[in-house]
């Protein structure tokens, strides 16, 4: 049977046609066009950001969609501490004039480490198979930012809060997740190090997922040591509140006060996304959702009492407050002159040891010696911070001989005991074989020159006679030495007139003109980035100043930053240039120690800082 369509039947049939056509037409175009128009771009904001504020690192996918792209490792950074490694992500789609926009974005935060340049280097992105790579983002870190003015952290456990935290729109209660931060000393003396852990809480039943640093976490007052945790932690039980929890490390951070008086900790602030799920024999309280809901959760504020250390602190004393094992060696003990003898000292134990200062070395004045090489190894794995920080002193004698080693000594402040504790290692003897090298002389041991002397004379020359007018008796002769007597005495006194011009600024800028000397030192190592030599260079410059216009009891190098406050105040020097003296040495000492090299805009920002202040200084302190 033949089957004719009619008219109307036909019409609708040709219209499903176009339509269909239409929807595989568009739908291929925006396929192609999806898959021909990838994009990947990377930006940071803000571009200027205070010490302490946060950066968000953003990383944006367009064109695939997001099973095609694998989730992409946080880039290395400089000068920018990543506070978590999972990013947060978000996916947007949409449909325009037949082109369809999708849109990955893949977020993290920073955190700056001090005032400087952060870089956030090129980050990788695998699309179905093929990498595209990122331009390196730069943020511009200024001296720390004030911070907003904070409401009241929410209690840790039950009570009222000042503000929603988005817990009861997920169904839960305050004691349900939370976060709790402890100290393991509410006191603490000055140097002395103290813990504080945060540790995020849940009963069992909470998911949690896309968790964040939601501030900066700042501790004024505190030189701060970050220990590890863990990046992905286990949860694990603990008992709290008479009820089991779930609990993981958020951070862990050794402290040690830099300054005596109550000094307050930061609360510790997280973003997070939680789940509740329904608890067996619970008939009370709302409901729980099935969803995730955004929550903000914070610690409490924490305090130290720092105490000033005792007076009557020995010579060798530097600031070391802990607990520390000292030990020398020398090798080799039998040299030839002009071959180098090593003496290797070795600080161990449990304190601040990146900032402990090398002991001062008193060789016999045979010996030439030079500054010590420094290896610090820091163990940021326990509870505590703990290391070794050696120092390698090469000594050069320059004549044969028995010569002793005098013993090195290291002065610290035992908390635990509560006095100050002096080791010292034994005295070394070191044979030294061979004689002095000739020192060259232009003079023979009666003061006669070498090499002007005549050769003996073997036979008489003759005697010839003069009858012509001897000089003495000739006037024109007396007249020239007048003559040239006035002319000499007229030079003598021109030369002392411009000495004498010339005189007191020479003097006042001595000081200063040698400091910038060593400070031009720094530069080569700055173009060839060398980071130690750079900020030893500029540490000495700095140190140098001082000592010739302070008029130090001792050397510069072997006092504390408050010390030299100290001799600076008395001298008259402003507050504010007090303060950059601490943070150029502060930032020479950890720059030198630190395990992440700072950035060549850091380095060139200190060293135009020690510059303008050593001129500042110069206007400022009384010759």
């Known amino acids: 049977m033949l089957i004719v369509a009619t008219s109307p039947f036909r019409t609708i049939l040709r219209g499903f046609a176009v339509a269909l056509g239409l929807v595989l037409l568009l739908g291929g175009q ?33 064109g695939a969609s997001v099973t095609e792209v694998q989730t992409p490792e946080p880039p290395a950074t400089t000068n920018l501490v990543l506070q978590e490694t999972t990013p947060r992500t978000r996916r947007e789609v949409s449909f325009d004039s037949g082109r369809l926009t999708r849109r990955l974005t893949f977020e993290w935060t920073y955190e700056p480490m001090r005032v400087g340049v952060g870089r956030i280097r090129a980050a990788t992105v695998r699309i179905r198979g093929e990498e595209y790579t990122t331009d390196e983002v730069r943020v511009r870190i200024v001296p720390r930012a004030q911070r907003p003015a904070r409401g009241r952290a929410p209690a840790a456990g039950p ?24 100290v393991s000393a509410d006191a603490a003396y000055q140097n002395e190090q103290v813990t504080v852990e945060y540790r995020l809480f849940f009963r069992p039943g909470v998911r949690l997922r896309q968790s964040r640093m939601a501030d900066a976490w700042d501790a004024p007052g505190f030189w701060r040591e970050e220990l590890d945790v863990a990046s992905r932690p286990t949860p694990r039980a603990q008992q709290i509140f008479g009820r089991t929890y779930k609990a993981i490390v958020l951070k862990r951070v050794a402290l040690f ?146 010569y002793t080693l005098p013993s090195l000594r290291f002065a610290y402040f035992d908390p635990a005991a509560q006095r100050y504790e002096t080791l010292r290692s034994t005295p070394a003897t070191v044979q030294v074989t061979g004689e002095a090298e000739p020192q060259a002389t232009s003079r023979t041991g009666d003061g006669l020159p070498v090499g002007d002397i005549a050769g003996l004379v073997d036979q ?51 000081p200063l003109d040698d400091a910038e000397t060593v400070l031009q030192e720094a530069r080569p190592h700055l173009r060839e980035d060398k980071t130690r030599p750079f900020y030893q260079a500029v540490e000495r410059g700095v140190l140098a100043f001082l000592e010739a216009r302070l008029d130090l009891p001792r050397a510069a190098s072997g006092m504390t930053g408050e010390a030299l406050d100290r001799h600076l105040a008395r001298r008259g020097a402003p507050r504010a240039d007090r303060e950059t003296l601490h943070e150029v040495l502060r930032a020479c000492n950890e720059a030198q120690f630190s395990p992440d090299a700072p950035s060549p805009d850091a380095m060139e920002t200190t060293l135009d800082r020690a510059d303008a202040l050593l001129r500042r200084l110069d206007d400022h302190l009384p010759t």
């Open 257 to 402: 006060p830099t300054r005596a008086g109550t000094l307050a900790v930061d609360p510790l602030r997280i973003e997070t996304e939680a789940q509740a799920q329904p608890q067996l024999g619970r008939r009370d309280g709302p409901v729980p959702r099935s969803r995730y809901e955004p929550v903000t959760l914070s610690s409490e504020q924490l305090t130290v009492a720092a105490r000033p250390l005792p007076p009557s602190a020995p010579p060798a004393f530097d600031g070391a407050v802990g607990e520390f094992t000292f030990d020398t060696r020398v090798r080799p003990d039998s040299v030839a002159v002009g071959d180098p003898v090593e003496l290797t000292a070795r600080v161990q134990g449990t304190g601040n040891i990146a900032t402990v200062s090398p002991p001062t070395l008193e060789a016999p004045s045979a010996f030439e010696t030079y500054e010590p090489d420094v290896e610090t190894d820091v163990d940021r794995g326990g509870a505590a911070i703990r290391g070794t920080k050696t120092f390698t002193y090469t000594v050069v004698p320059r004549s044969g001989g028995t």
């Open 30 to 62: 925006a396929r192609a066009q999806s898959d021909a128009d990838v994009t990947v771009s990377a930006q940071a904001q803000p571009a200027e950001v205070g010490t302490a504020g946060i950066v968000t690192f953003k990383i944006q996918v367009q």
């Open 159 to 182: 009570g009222p809060r000042a503000e929603p935290d988005g817990r009861e729109q997920a169904g839960l209660r305050p004691r349900d997740l939370f976060i709790r931060g402890t």
């Open 460 to 510: 008489p020359d003759p005697w010839t006679r003069v009858d012509r007018r001897p000089l003495h008796a000739r006037p024109w002769v007396y007249l020239a030495l007048l003559g040239a007597l006035v002319l000499a005495a007229g030079g003598v006194a021109y030369r002392r007139r411009g000495a004498r011009a010339a005189e007191a600024p020479s003097q006042a800028s001595g």
